[in-house]
């Protein structure tokens, strides 16, 4: 195997919550003490992402994925780990050491109203990154780009001189495509891209990235929570729970054959359209604080294989003889 | 009779430079323990179809002609009064965000004893009763604590599961939910919808759940209405609907999820967007967008045809039927 596009390797991210030193200071039974609390959003993630795939990050509200993205980009420094781009560390470097990469990689954002700027015209919004990146670059060579782009994720030329709040979400998540690919990006983090759009404009937007991974080889880190976008548009899939990766798979082996509990009570939890009776697997209450981690495996509390061992001991990932990479020890020792 | 029949309902919008019609001519009609599926994107006008039955749609909102009877009585013309009695008792409402229909100052319990307060003379202590069997009811973990806790204490699944308490304190014959589960995660939504249906089959309620989800529709309704642009494009039962969509925009919207593909494969997709209330196309709402529009299309919104037991606003589908008719009269 080729040596992967992007890699990260041990990436935490706490925030802290306890604010300034004097805040942290409480004055109990006669002595000063310091709290200090966290939400600990990532807790050692390992990925790799190959050259060409959509690896796919799926789970839920608080699973640390969307951190995940924001940290690959550098929008959020790790609190612990490194982040790799093309074999060269990018997390520790600054300033005009890391232009290159930020032009290398881009994003797509959630919300399509809050991520084009009011005030700008299309034709600004999408001049922006190519005048910052190529500030060499003639204006018929940035109005060629900009036009070669818009042809191709499908917005009329003349849009160029309109305001973001003229369009509706889909054609706003078009500009914001268009808005990553004019620096012709290597590596795309979509940060659920389709989310906040109708289910006709879902497909439209999907295609149009489907599309762009072909016709210019692209790379996507895909975070969502929609497992159905997952097992269309994924080569793999990395399922994240309470900031840490549960499995990994490539996606119709996942979909086929989930190992990890939490996988299989997420799968079996899409409503399907065939079956009229539908029988999910129930877990146990819900998604607890990533304040305060639970030890051992931080599933847990919910699942209904836990034993002794996992309270304790966090589960490693291991590979399993179909291809899944599983960090459980139900499948590890067979239980399961 | 039906418990709720819905006939000819138009709401409008006065606003500057005339009125914008958000609803045009919806009839549908919910039986005793029934639940109906309301499907469409948004803008199609599903939300004001829910509110508008209880007259909750605010100014400069109206409605505008039509009939709203529940067991054979008037809601549209009822007086606000009269109206009061129906609302929260008979006729309930789950909406989509907790956060915002649960008042943030009050504890549950104080929230639960009002309600029942406004419509039943019971002493405090006999309503707390009541409202202990709705949380048991809706298997909230130590539902006697929840009395005394207040919203932001719970989590997003646990405050859903406090508004269906609401939503049943005072044995309702209908309940209306709009998107309960949209601002929810999966799992969670798989176990809200699952307490949903069960209670509404267990205590008899009829249901009237509004959704963008085509997957939580199947699982749950047993009939469905598709709108689109303000009108009911499609109505039916929803396994004969799902499997065999008959009007052109339901055969996208179904044919659009990613699941319909094959992996890796171009989705289909309807292409434009619905239009916005200001510029409704002319006849049928959908024929800019549609692949079998005609010139006929543009100019009038097709009659009702029947197609098994579907009934369908279409011109296309129409057609077909008269030709299979001709064809089967030649043969005989």
């Known amino acids: 195997m080729t040596s992967p596009l992007v890699s990260i390797r041990g990436l935490e991210k706490r925030f802290d919550l306890s604010g300034s030193l004097l805040e942290q200071i409480t004055f109990k039974g006669g002595r000063l003490r310091r709290r200090q609390e966290a939400v600990h959003a990532i807790n050692g993630v390992d990925l790799d992402v190959q050259k060409g795939e959509a690896l796919c990050v799926v789970g839920e509200s608080g699973c640390g994925k969307s951190t995940v993205a924001r940290t690959v980009m550098g929008l959020l420094s790790p609190s612990a780990g490194e982040i790799h781009f093309g074999g060269q560390r990018i997390d520790n470097l600054e300033g005009k050491a890391a232009l290159p990469y930020r032009r290398r990689m881009q994003m797509i954002f959630q919300n399509p109203y809050a991520s084009l700027n009011p005030r700008m015209t299309i034709q600004q919004t999408l001049e922006e990154p190519i005048r910052f990146h190529h500030p060499d670059w003639s204006a018929t060579q940035v109005r060629d780009k900009i036009h070669e782009v818009m042809h191709s994720v499908g917005i009329d030329l003349d849009w160029g001189s309109r305001f973001g709040h003229e369009f509706s979400g889909g054609q706003r998540q078009r500009i914001a495509i268009a808005r990553a690919l004019v620096v012709d990006p290597e590596f795309i983090v979509a940060d659920e891209p389709i989310s906040a759009l109708d289910v006709s404009i879902q497909a439209q937007v999907l295609n149009l990235l489907m599309d762009a991974q072909e016709s210019r080889g692209l790379t996507y880190l895909f975070i969502t929570h929609d497992l159905a976008v997952v097992e269309h548009f994924g080569t793999r899939v990395a399922v994240m729970y309470l900031g840490r990766v549960c499995e990994l798979a490539d996606t119709k082996t996942l979909f086929a054959r989930p190992r990890h509990p939490y996988t299989q009570a997420l799968l079996s939890a899409i409503p399907k359209l065939e079956d009229d009776r539908p029988n999910h697997i129930r877990l146990n209450g819900e998604v607890p604080t990533p304040v305060n981690l639970p030890s051992g495996c931080v599933f847990h509390g919910r699942c209904p294989y836990a034993n002794e061992r996992c309270r304790r001991e966090v589960p490693a990932m291991i590979a399993t003889d179909s291809g899944t990479q599983v960090a459980c020890h139900a499948v590890e020792e067979g239980r399961l | ?332």
């Open chain 2, 1 to 332: 009779m039906a418990l709720l029949e819905v006939k000819d309902l138009d709401v409008r919008f006065a606003v500057r430079g005339g009125d914008l019609t958000a609803l045009r001519g919806i009839s549908f009609s919910l039986d005793s323990g029934e639940r109906l599926g309301l499907v469409g994107e948004s803008g199609a006008g599903k939300s004001v179809a829910a509110f508008s039955i209880l007259n909750l749609i605010a100014r400069p909102g109206y409605i505008a002609g039509g009939q709203i009877l529940y067991r054979g009585r008037d809601l549209a013309s009822m007086s606000e009064r009269e109206l009061r009695k129906i609302r929260g008792n008979r006729i309930a409402m789950i909406f989509q965000d907790p956060m915002m229909t649960l008042n943030p100052v009050l504890t549950i319990g104080t929230q639960m004893v009002e309600a029942i307060e406004a419509h039943r003379k019971t002493g405090k202590k006999e309503a707390r009763a009541i409202a202990l069997d709705r949380l048991q009811k809706v298997q909230i973990p130590s539902p006697g604590k929840r009395l005394d806790q207040y919203p932001h204490e719970l989590s997003g699944g646990m405050r859903q599961r406090v508004i269906i308490a609401i939503a049943l304190l005072l044995e309702p014959e209908i309940i209306i939910a709009d998107e309960p589960t949209t601002a929810l995660d999966v799992t969670i939504q798989a176990e809200i919808m699952d307490l949903l249906l069960n209670l509404c089959e267990q205590e008899n309620v009829a249901l009237m759940l509004i959704t963008h989800d085509l997957g939580v529709v199947s699982q749950v309704t047993q009939r469905m209405l598709v709108m689109y642009s303000g009108r009911i494009i499609e109505q039916g039962p929803t396994r004969e609907i799902i499997n065999d969509a008959q009007h052109p925009y339901t055969q996208g919207l179904i044919n659009a999820l990613p699941q319909m593909g094959e992996p890796g494969q171009r989705l289909f997709q309807i292409p434009g967007s619905m239009p916005s209330l200001k510029n409704v196309p002319t006849g049928c709402p959908f024929h800019p967008r549609c692949n079998f529009a005609t010139e006929q299309c543009t100019r009038r919104m097709p009659e009702y045809v029947r197609s098994g037991n579907v009934d369908v606003a279409c011109y296309e589908v129409a057609n077909l039927i008269e030709q299979e008719k001709r064809m089967q009269e030649a043969e005989s």
